[in-house]
């Protein structure tokens, strides 16, 4: 019997996007280290950079809420996309994510015992109350919360919410939103993992480095030259994963580092990217699949 299940061969398959054999050998190979297979599929050529957000599976809303100069950003699923298109249950969203920007709840166990924003019930109670009126199982997910300078978007209906923090002198100067919006919108459309290079782990490096050698090797490239495209390989990495070092999109010949730079000049001040969140709807949930699982239960036999 293999070190793993139909249900693991299924998981790689979203992960990577590799064929179904392609996986189910890597897990022989691994044997049945999920991890390590999606490395043995990245040193083959055959996967791209995995991405670990997982499968988007659930519906509902990403929202974005502003009250004074605190932010929020926070999702709420439902079963299908038609829940999330009604109006009170948009309103029930917004409602939440400003309880979230006035009381700070610590977590999504302590959110749920506040008191809802313009409701004389707990959130956890006017939640109870959304789903035996809608009729489906819904869940507040996780929030985000952020006071100062900040900027906020939403992308797709609800599909996408972002949220970048800044540091800056200049965040009431006439500028300054349409920069932050262009920031949001480069997260929302080419999903950088880290601000800078200096924000990415060591190991998160290292691990990079052992897989671009590994493919090196194996287009029969010698130890040599490996480690010289390894420099070059490594550099495209950054560009990918790091939001300052990306292509900006408005401008493909400034990165959005420089774009950010030369608008802090224009306004006369500094401005610095301090982090960002980054929600996209789904996200990581698990949804049934019956006849692609039962395809992959069929090839384990």
């Known amino acids: 019997m293999p070190d793993f299940t139909a249900k693991d061969v299924q998981a790689l398959r979203e992960k990577t996007g590799v064929g179904m054999m392609d996986c189910k050998k890597a897990l022989t190979e691994a044997g049945g280290d999920m991890e390590k297979a999606t490395e043995l599929l990245r040193e ?12 988007i599976a659930a519906e509902g809303l990403v929202k974005c809420v502003t009250d004074g100069d605190v932010s929020v950003v926070l999702e709420v699923n439902s079963e299908t996309d038609f829940v999330s298109k ?13 309880t979230v920007a006035k009381q700070n709840p610590a977590d999504l166990d302590a959110l749920l015992k506040l008191t809802l924003d313009g409701s004389g019930d707990t959130v956890e109670a006017a939640l109870q109350e959304k789903i035996l009126v809608i009729g489906e199982n819904l869940k507040i997910r996780r929030f985000e919360r952020h006071v100062g300078a900040a900027a906020t978007y939403i992308h797709g209906e609800g599909k996408i919410g972002v949220m970048v923090a800044f540091e800056t002198d200049v965040a009431d100067k006439c500028g300054f939103a349409e920069m932050g919006r262009d920031v949001a919108m480069q997260i929302a459309a080419i999903t950088p993992q880290y601000v800078g290079r200096d924000d990415v782990p060591a190991d998160v490096v290292a691990k990079e480095k052992e897989i671009l050698t590994a493919q090196a090797m194996n287009e029969g490239k010698p130890q040599n030259i490996a480690e010289k495209m390894v420099q070059g ?8 994963v790091c939001l300052l070092e990306q292509a900006f999109v408005k401008d493909g010949d400034i990165t959005v580092g420089q774009y950010v730079e030369n608008v802090a000049k224009e306004l006369g001040g500094s401005v610095k ?18 006849d692609f699982a039962g395809e992959i239960a069929s090839m384990m036999k």
């Open 44 to 55: 083959k050529g055959l996967a791209a950079a995995a991405k670990k957000a997982g499968r």
């Open 86 to 98: 009604n109006k009170d249950f948009s309103a029930f969203v917004d409602a939440v994510g400003m």
């Open 233 to 240: 390989r490594i550099n495209k990495f950054y560009k990918d």
């Open 273 to 290: 990217v301090k982090c960002f969140t980054r929600f996209e709807r789904g996200e990581g949930l698990e949804k049934r699949v019956d």
